[in-house]
């Protein structure tokens, strides 16, 4: 996702002793980030093999 803030602040040059006069560009985090349908089902998907390991293998095994 780009930064949807970029126009709105400056640039920061850390080479610069004074501070900006406002803040540097905003991140993005991953709560705040937008996911789709796909990126669900991957998730779920992983889920679903970390618990098949966690609880399938010991049973097969005993």
């Known amino acids: 996702m780009a ?7 400056p640039e920061y040059d850390p080479s610069e002793p004074a501070p900006p006069t406002e ?3 905003l991140r993005s985090t ?3 980030s937008e996911f789709t349908t796909g990126h669900v089902a991957v998730g779920f998907l992983i889920v679903l093999v ?7 293998l010991p049973l097969v095994a005993a």
């Open 50 to 56: 970390g618990l098949a390991i966690t609880f399938g």
């Open 3 to 9: 930064d949807d803030h970029e126009d709105d602040r």
């Open 30 to 32: 991953a709560p705040q």
């Open 23 to 25: 803040a540097p560009p």
